[in-house]
């Protein structure tokens, strides 16, 4: 059943009537509850229950006296509920982490040194596979010279067909080239992101160690 607000007054004196011949009949009886809802246009509405459409809304929940006891909360959609659920998700692991920083580290110092023996680590595997591309390089320098011996590099008529495991080497020469070249873009890639998790741990932990004044 649904009231609009014109009648209210007659609906509520109503609810009362009822709830006062209820608590007569069983003292431990509870009054009748009216909700009460805003429509999409602003209008207030009165009524034993919420119609589905609005049970996304904040509603009142109303005595037999039409005095506000309680309030129901809006229904999340299940798009809010996921928001809510990966915010909760984000606070609790920057706490994880606030927890971590705090407990690892007695200064920003010792974050900077951690940092910078990381770093190291990183450019010592970037100096091997730079030496290793230089190596490759090398060796494909010597797999071409011979390559050119033979056809279809050589155009002398008595010239013999490329070597299938001349060939095979060449390949895979250039393949391994191709993979260690991607190696050291990824050191690369590596390093920046490392350096700006540091940063952001550095400015957090100042931030922890910094003491809250009151307002």
Not at 200 to 214: F, M, N, S, V
Request: aromatic letters at 6%.
């Amino acid at each position: 059943m649904l009231i609009s607000k014109r009648n209210l007054a007659v609906a509520l004196l109503l609810v009362g009537l009822g709830a006062a011949g209820a608590e007569a009949a069983d003292p431990n009886a509870k009054g009748t509850v009216t909700y009460r809802w805003v429509d999409e246009k602003g209008e207030v509405h009165y009524g034993d229950r919420v119609p589905p459409q609005y049970v996304q809304k904040q509603s009142d929940i109303l005595n037999s006296q039409g005095v506000q006891v309680g309030r129901l909360e809006a229904q999340k959609t299940p798009e809010q509920l996921a928001e809510e659920a990966r915010r909760q998700q984000a606070a609790l692991r920057q706490k994880q982490h606030d927890s971590f920083l705090m407990t690892t580290y007695s200064s920003v110092a010792d974050i900077e040194r951690l940092r910078d023996e990381r770093l190291e680590t990183i450019d010592a595997q970037r100096r091997a596979a730079e030496q290793y591309v230089e190596n490759l390089h090398s060796r494909l320098s010597m797999l071409q010279s011979r390559a050119l011996l033979f056809k279809p590099y050589n155009p002398r008529p008595e010239a013999r067909r490329l070597p299938d495991d001349l060939a095979e080497d060449l390949v895979r020469t250039l393949n391994e080239m191709r993979t260690q070249n991607r190696a050291l873009t990824a050191k690369d890639d590596e390093q920046a992101t490392l350096r700006k998790q540091f940063q952001g741990d550095i400015e957090r932990y100042k931030q922890l160690k910094t003491p809250r004044t009151g307002g």
